[in-house]
């Protein structure tokens, strides 16, 4: 087995909510596979925030370059570095819109958190990556939580451009954390991996930014039903069955009754020794 390959086994071993710690533990023992695993192992977005435009992005490895991060709003990199790798004219004016509807779809799905939208230029077509962050604290059932939603997407156009194959892989990375009396210190936390691909038409109307936009809310709101319908509510039914609370034998009023007309009809029934 190869590092690459043993390493992505580990990974998938260990706790999810300590991936960054363990990720910086293999770049120390391997760090000559720093670029391969960072490409390969998805880790808790983060965010920056854009100087020019103030407002904030998502950093991840597909807007990195060296240390430095690309900005979807201004297209300029932080810390500032003059030879970036930045779209073509044609995908950085469809990456714009791409933001903006994006932006309103994390609006109205998540009601905040971030969103960024990073294109780049492939030989017969593009790709893109679609993030989404959103945190809680503080909230009523849940004192510590975060979704990161990382969708890439690979667009492979026909030689006449009419229709184009989409593949889409999508990693939903999903952190609880539950601090209630009846409940105690409680941490949930999980990824989940799916990919999806189809072929479409492509002309004025369905434009590759709707056909995109169908297959990532589809494939969300799936992955979504199935966290807390096949993981939380799994989780859940496991806990009950390993352990019950059964509350003690209801002794009513007959019960009692009896218990005390066995007692005296046992007492009357005992000879008692004199003495001597």
Not at 196 to 221: C, F, L, W, Y
Not at 249 to 269: E, R, T, W, Y
Request: aromatic letters at 6%.
């Amino acid at each position: 087995m190869d590092k690459i390959t043993a390493s992505l086994s580990l990974m998938r071993r260990l706790p999810p909510n300590k991936i960054e710690q363990n990720l910086n533990g293999l770049l120390n023992l391997i760090p000559e596979e720093t670029d391969e695993l960072l490409q390969r192992v998805d880790q808790p977005l983060k965010e920056g925030t854009d100087p020019e435009t103030g407002r904030k992005y998502l950093l991840c490895d597909y807007n990195r370059d060296g240390d430095s991060y690309r900005s979807p709003w201004s297209n300029t990199y932080d810390p500032a570095i003059d030879d970036g790798f930045l779209p073509s004219e044609k995908r950085r004016n469809m990456e714009i819109e791409f933001n903006e509807l994006f932006d309103a779809y994390r609006e109205m799905y998540f009601e905040g958190g971030t969103s960024s939208v990073y294109l780049w230029d492939q030989d017969q077509g593009f790709a893109g990556c679609f993030l989404i962050k959103k945190n809680v604290e503080g909230d009523r059932y849940v004192k510590t939580g975060c979704w990161d939603s990382i969708h890439v997407v690979e667009a492979v156009e026909n030689d006449s451009k009419t229709s184009a194959t989409y593949k889409l892989t999508t990693t939903v990375m999903l952190h609880m954390g539950v601090d209630r009396a009846e409940l105690g210190d409680t941490v949930l936390s999980g990824s989940l991996t799916r990919q999806a691909s189809q072929t479409t038409g492509v002309s004025d109307i369905k434009t590759h930014i709707a056909n995109i936009g169908r297959m990532i809310e589809d494939m969300e709101n799936d992955m979504r039903s199935n966290l807390n319908e096949l993981y939380i509510l799994k989780t859940r039914e496991v806990i009950n069955v390993l352990r019950k609370q059964h509350a003690g034998p209801v002794q009513d009023s007959n019960h009692i009754a009896n218990l005390n007309a066995a007692v005296l009809g046992h007492g009357k029934g005992r000879t008692i020794d004199s003495e001597n």
